[in-house]
RNA sequence: GCCGAUGUAGCUCAGUUGGUCAGAGCAGCUGAUUUGUAAUCUGCAGGUCGGGGGUUCGAAUCCCUUCAUCGGCUCCA
């Protein structure tokens, strides 16, 4: 007998040998049909395994994300089996389970394309094959005998992967024709497999190197039931009504001119309003905070990014520099505002006494990102960043990342953004030629961050691969409304550019020392910031920061003059409203103003016209009541002040 | 930049296999109406069907090319 260990503490003999299938099953045999993978002693294996020896054991369920992970795995592998019997000869990539579904990289033969209209076609296939209940085999064979089965195949981006692997850790996972090179584990069968959509296909690199063959990618996904895909299906229609770029349209906040250029936004008097309102409000936090307000040019000499190194890394990705009259001059339109701030650190002497230094600014950047990567104001040519670089002794520098880190969470709470991501993104150890600096300095700055990090009980991710070149950073990822990730707040730990800019300061020994330098962003850039704020409110934004408070609806034009009345009061309060004196009814203009997001909509008829009063009506939520103009004043500003308080 | 899809009035979309197919709704402008909490009615105006080239007696529709957008990949200081 062994002893098998729940997650509640409790445990129980079970005869050896017996699987977690069975185990679930004599538990009840409901709980046998709703789970898809077992984590047994902290490993995620299939519910087939037989149990060998005392154990810990969690049965997971589609709540679980091993339990949908398997669920989603196998029917990867079902959509491979019904590919190989549509498209005999196809090869086959890598094909994992991802957050929502799966995917498979294929190269279904040179001539043969894959395209949209060819997803329902396979679709059907997988349902088909999914309702014969075939079982998902494992097996365990040498690197010789894998390497045979795939040269035998010519599936010859299998036999690269396999030459990579150490011999004796190969597994093979078969169901009905198709077999896989597969770590698994996988669901017993494909019957728990019932509702299948097909979203998508793409191209996508092989091994993610733009060097090498473009794959086909097809992506779908899966659930148990066929509610559940309807209403995942009703979740995307609902999130593209949030996409920012449909809403910044229609709440005309921002455009792009093909005249212009692309990737170039230009803001619309409204989202110049709500970009404006950020400034404003993360300037005032910042006096607080001891941050130095400055201002730099647009463009720096090109020498100047020769020294900070950027040069080099961005050559081809920056706009080209621009030359002056002056034979041999250049100058390149900043992609970033580090270097200038550096120099006005090296303006004048610096005493141990004043660090740390932090230096802000809203400063505009441009950078020539590929034609296939912009999108909507997340990825732009050019953007305003909340930038500050802050120079401090090394003795401060872990209190100072701390109460950065503190800042970027307080503004995102202010913001409600509970839901995001802290990564820590270092270097990859496989290519250090891709950054700059000794490793002493890169160690250092990691465990800077490290520490930092968990001092302050962060939950992070560690990313390596994914640091800047001149440092490792702690970055803050929130979703958009589909669910990809955008690092807006960014915190980066910096040993190197004091050096290539030779910045010191004066110490207590009166001896020249080098600071540290921190680079850091809360917003990111006002342009990502703003798109995922749209897509975090679907366009409802708070009251603080949208641009327009109110606005005023006469009931009929005979309510006119006391409507333009309120209207001058209140924009003489600083409350910045609008009147719809449209000769349209009351019933139109509410409909249009509520879809227009204004936060509060004032009907005005006779009884407000007699006693001095406006209706107020809240965007979303219908009727308050009425009040007097001064109380609706005071009203706002106390709403106002609500959403900034701490 | 790469793979795939898409591209018809300001917006959302109809336009079967090439032949009154250049349309509708919303928005806009006109008048009428003067309205009490999510769409009043009338009339008008709007597009070289993304651009360019080709096939054809004839192209929004077929082909080529180019640009842009969307979904991914790569990249992201």
């Given at each position: 007998m062994?002893?098998i260990?729940?997650?509640?503490?409790?445990?129980?003999?079970?005869?050896?040998?017996?699987?977690?299938l069975?185990i679930?099953?004599?538990i009840?045999?409901?709980l046998a049909?709703?789970?898809?993978?077992?984590?047994?002693?902290?490993?995620?294996?299939?519910?087939?395994?037989?149990?060998?020896s005392?154990?810990?054991?969690r049965?997971?369920?589609?709540?679980?994300?091993e339990?949908?992970?398997?669920?989603w795995?196998?029917?990867?592998?079902?959509?491979?089996?019904a590919?190989?019997?549509?498209?005999?000869?196809?090869?086959?990539?890598i094909?994992?389970?991802?957050e929502n579904?799966?995917y498979?990289?294929v190269?279904?033969?040179?001539?043969?394309?894959?395209?949209d209209?060819?997803?329902?076609?396979?679709?059907?296939?997988?349902?088909e094959l999914a309702?014969?209940?075939?079982?998902y085999?494992?097996?365990?064979?040498s690197?010789?005998?894998a390497?045979?089965?795939f040269?035998?195949k010519?599936?010859?981006?299998?036999?690269?992967?396999?030459?990579?692997?150490?011999?004796?850790t190969?597994?093979l996972?078969s169901?009905g024709?198709?077999?896989?090179?597969?770590?698994?584990?996988?669901?017993?069968?494909?019957?728990p497999?019932?509702a299948?959509?097909l979203?998508s296909?793409a191209?996508?690199?092989?091994?993610?190197?733009?060097?090498?063959?473009m794959?086909?990618?097809?992506?779908?996904?899966?659930f148990?039931?066929?509610?559940?895909?309807?209403e995942?299906?009703?979740?995307?229609?609902?999130?593209?009504?949030r996409?920012?770029?449909?809403?910044?349209?229609?709440?005309?906040l921002?455009?792009f001119?093909?005249?212009?250029?692309?990737?170039l936004?230009?803001?619309?008097?409204?989202g110049?309003?709500?970009?404006?309102?950020?400034?404003?409000?993360?300037t005032s936090?910042l006096r607080k905070?001891?941050?130095?307000?400055?201002?730099?040019?647009?463009?720096g000499n090109?020498?100047?990014?020769?020294?900070?190194?950027?040069?080099e890394?961005?050559?081809t990705?920056?706009f080209?520099?621009?030359?002056?009259?002056?034979?041999?001059?250049?100058?390149?339109?900043k992609?970033?505002?580090?270097?200038?701030?550096?120099?006005?650190?090296?303006?004048?002497?610096?005493?141990?006494?004043?660090?740390?230094?932090?230096?802000?600014?809203f400063?505009?950047v441009?950078?020539?990102?590929?034609?296939?990567?912009l999108?909507?104001?997340?990825?732009?040519?050019?953007?305003?960043?909340?930038?500050?670089?802050?120079?401090?002794?090394p003795?401060?520098?872990?209190?100072?990342?701390?109460?950065?880190?503190?800042?970027?969470?307080?503004v995102?709470?202010?913001?409600?953004f509970?839901?995001?991501?802290?990564?820590?993104s270092?270097r990859?150890?496989?290519d250090?030629?891709?950054y700059?600096?000794?490793?002493?300095n890169?160690?250092?700055a990691e465990?800077?961050?490290?520490?930092?990090?968990?001092?302050?009980?962060?939950?992070t991710?560690?990313?390596?691969g994914e640091?800047?070149?001149?440092?490792p950073?702690?970055?803050?990822?929130v979703k958009?409304?589909?669910?990809?990730?955008?690092?807006?707040?960014?915190?980066?730990?910096?040993?190197?550019?004091?050096?290539?800019?030779d910045?010191?300061?004066n110490?207590?020994?009166?001896?020249?020392?080098?600071p540290?330098?921190?680079h850091?962003?809360?917003?990111g850039?006002?342009?990502?910031?703003?798109?995922?704020?749209i897509?975090n409110t679907a366009?409802?934004?708070?009251l603080?920061l949208?641009?327009?408070?109110?606005?005023?609806?006469?009931?009929?034009?005979k309510?006119?003059?006391?409507a333009?009345?309120?209207?001058?009061?209140?924009?003489?309060?600083d409350?910045?409203?609008l009147?719809?004196?449209?000769s349209?009814?009351i019933?139109k203009?509410?409909?249009?103003?509520?879809?227009?997001?204004?936060?509060?909509?004032?009907?005005?008829?006779?009884?407000?016209?007699?006693?001095?009063?406006?209706?107020?009506r809240k965007?979303?939520e219908?009727?308050?009541?009425s009040m007097?103009?001064?109380?609706?004043?005071?009203f706002?500003?106390?709403?106002?002040?609500k959403?900034?308080?701490?």
């Open positions: 062994i002893k260990t729940f997650p509640d503490g409790t445990s129980k003999e079970y005869r050896e040998g017996i699987t977690s069975e679930a099953g004599e009840s045999p409901r049909k709703a789970v898809y993978s077992a984590t047994v002693n902290g490993e995620v294996r299939d519910l087939t395994m037989p149990l060998r005392d154990s810990t054991l049965l997971n369920k589609w709540e679980d994300d339990g949908r992970h398997a669920f795995h196998s029917s990867a592998h079902l959509m491979a089996e590919l190989e019997s549509l498209y005999p000869g196809i090869k086959f990539g094909g994992p389970a991802i579904g799966f498979y990289d190269d279904p033969g040179d001539g043969v394309s894959i395209t209209s060819d997803l329902p076609a396979i679709e059907n296939k997988m349902k309702a014969m209940n075939l079982t085999k494992r097996k365990e064979v690197k010789a005998e390497m045979e089965l040269t035998r010519g599936d010859e981006y299998k036999t690269e992967l396999i030459g990579e692997l150490e011999d004796g190969i597994t996972y169901n024709n198709f077999t896989d090179l597969c770590r698994g584990p996988h669901l017993p069968s494909t019957e497999i019932k299948i959509k979203t296909v191209g996508a690199y092989w091994r993610g190197d733009e060097k090498r063959k794959l086909t990618r097809i992506y779908g996904i899966t148990p039931e066929q509610k559940q895909l309807k995942y299906l009703d979740f995307l229609e609902e999130a593209k009504k996409d920012h770029r449909r809403l910044g349209k229609e709440l005309e921002f455009t001119s093909p005249k212009v250029g692309l990737g936004p230009l803001w619309l008097p409204r110049s309003d709500v970009r404006q309102n950020l400034i404003n409000y993360l936090l905070r001891g941050y130095k307000i400055v201002t730099t040019p647009h463009i090109v020498n100047l990014y020769k020294l900070s190194g950027h040069f890394k961005y050559r990705s920056s080209q520099p621009i030359s002056t009259p002056e034979e041999g001059e250049q100058f390149m339109l992609p970033m505002n580090c270097p200038h701030h550096c120099e006005i650190y090296n303006a004048t002497p610096h005493s141990y006494r004043e660090l740390p230094l932090r230096m802000a600014e400063g505009t441009y950078r020539y990102e590929q034609s296939g990567e999108h909507g104001l997340t990825r732009v040519r050019s953007f305003t960043q909340d930038d500050a670089h802050h120079f401090c002794r003795d401060q520098l872990r209190e100072e990342f701390k109460s950065i880190i503190d800042l970027v969470l307080y995102f709470k202010i913001l409600n509970n839901d995001f991501t802290a990564q820590i270092l990859d150890p496989e250090k030629d891709k700059i600096g000794s490793d002493e890169w160690e250092r465990q800077d961050i490290i520490e930092a990090a968990r001092e302050k009980n962060l939950k991710v560690v990313v390596p640091a800047a070149f001149y440092g950073k702690l970055d803050f990822m958009d409304a589909i669910g990809r990730k955008w690092q807006l707040g960014t915190i980066q730990v910096d040993y190197n550019l004091p050096e290539r800019f910045l010191t300061y110490g207590s020994d009166n001896q020249k020392h080098r540290v330098l921190i850091r962003a809360i917003f850039s006002l342009e990502r910031f703003v798109a995922v704020l897509e366009g409802k934004l708070p603080w949208s641009p327009e408070k109110a606005v005023i609806l006469p009931i009929s034009e309510f006119n003059d006391y333009s009345n309120v209207l001058e009061i209140l924009n003489n309060s409350i910045c409203t009147i719809d004196d449209r349209e009814k019933g203009k509410i409909r249009d103003n509520e879809l227009k997001r204004i936060p509060y909509l004032l009907v005005i008829g006779e009884k407000e016209a007699e006693s001095g009063t406006v209706s107020v965007q979303g219908g009727d308050k009541g007097k103009i001064g109380d609706f004043i005071a706002i500003r106390s709403e106002i002040s959403e900034l308080a701490d």
